[in-house]
């Protein structure tokens, strides 16, 4: 069902009724302190719940995505195949229903006749989500009974679910389309190509940096693509090469279309007043979101070809002071300049002495 924002009556209803749950039935007397905090929890919930559904909206408005679906990117189904064993000749019929170790659903879809090795089938996953992706290897079991076929089913390799585009990305490619409108195809233009195809979370174009008369498309899926630190797949280039194609003017002479170069910061921190490992790992996480939020490789700023981005020794600092729990610490690092117009700061090895 599309989503429908409840009422300001229908949310109240809901919290009372689940405070009287959580005091075990009692009644909320009119005009008491508990019903009054309800109904202010209750307003809080709704203008909660009115801003998602604005976000939408506004999605739906100015974003067209690359399956010509509107706003916000939709999940998409894991499919692949898998090898089936059992007593050669059984057919096995399109739709027989598995599930992993982890208890996601798969179907196959294909009919398919065992042989006398193992046979391949293709499956996809029946929800959408990044869950449904397995490694090869990783096995499943039947969970229709078929006679004559071996209960457990072994993964070639199932890929391509992505999960629903989050608020964050959402707002974000909102925001980019709002304030860089069409301009017949200059970078801005296919920056909101790229990032219309599902797993795509930052793209960056380069005028000129091949030639005149070319454009550099880089861009991540790092939340898709999280196995190789975000860096996308030969065959993810393909699929946003080929969806640019179809929106690029075709008065450019040539174009291309890469995954940036991976370029690690080390670096070393050395008298941490909070020492733990919680801290260590808060570190991390704060200097990773940093570099999402940075780092890029060469990209056009107001149509003006930019370098790809140094990473600043002071921006590290400031990843590392917003830790809550650290308040004082010494680093040891330069700023570090990429080596190349293709290259992106990713978070390297942190030493601690």
Not at 4 to 13: G, W
Not at 216 to 240: Q, Y
């Amino acid at each position: 069902m599309p989503w429908s924002t409840p009422t300001l009556k229908q949310v109240r209803i809901l919290v009372r009724d689940d405070i009287v749950a959580a005091f075990s039935g009692s009644i909320i007397i009119g005009n008491s302190v508990l019903r009054v905090m309800a109904d202010a929890v209750s307003g809080l919930g709704h203008l909660t719940l009115r801003y998602i559904d604005w976000l939408d909206r506004h999605g739906n408005i100015w974003l067209v995505n690359a399956d010509n679906s509107l706003g916000r990117k939709n999940a998409t189904f894991a499919s692949g195949s898998i090898t089936m064993t059992g007593v050669n000749g059984t057919l096995v019929a399109s739709g027989t229903a598995l599930q992993s170790s982890a208890g996601i659903g798969y179907e196959t879809t294909e009919q398919i006749t065992i042989g006398a090795i193992e046979t391949a089938v293709a499956v996809r996953a029946v929800d959408s989500g990044a869950l449904g992706n397995l490694d090869a290897g990783e096995t499943m079991q039947l969970t229709d009974v078929v006679g004559g076929v071996d209960n457990t089913a072994i993964v070639v390799g199932i890929s391509g679910g992505i999960d629903k585009e989050d608020d964050t990305d959402l707002r974000a490619r909102i925001l980019f389309r709002i304030q860089q409108p069409p301009m017949g195809g200059d970078a801005s233009d296919y920056v909101v190509w790229a990032t219309a195809v599902a797993g795509v979370t930052r793209a960056w174009a380069a005028p000129l940096e091949m030639g005149i008369g070319t454009m550099t498309i880089r861009f991540m899926m790092d939340d898709f693509r999280t196995t190789t630190n975000g860096f996308p797949l030969a065959s993810d280039v393909i699929v946003v090469t080929s969806y640019i194609d179809s929106k690029r003017p075709v008065a450019i002479k040539d174009r291309w279309v890469l995954a940036p170069i991976p370029e690690p910061i080390d670096f070393i921190i050395t008298e941490l007043d909070s020492d733990t490992v919680s801290i260590r790992s808060a570190i991390e996480v704060s200097v990773r979101q940093m570099l999402r939020d940075k780092a890029a490789p060469a990209h056009a700023i107001n149509g003006v070809l930019q370098p790809a981005q140094t990473i600043y020794a002071s921006w590290i600092s400031e990843a590392i002071i917003n830790v809550q729990g650290v308040n004082h610490f010494k680093l040891i690092m330069e700023d570090h300049e990429m080596p190349s117009n293709g290259h992106i700061g990713i978070l390297g090895t942190i030493v601690y002495g």
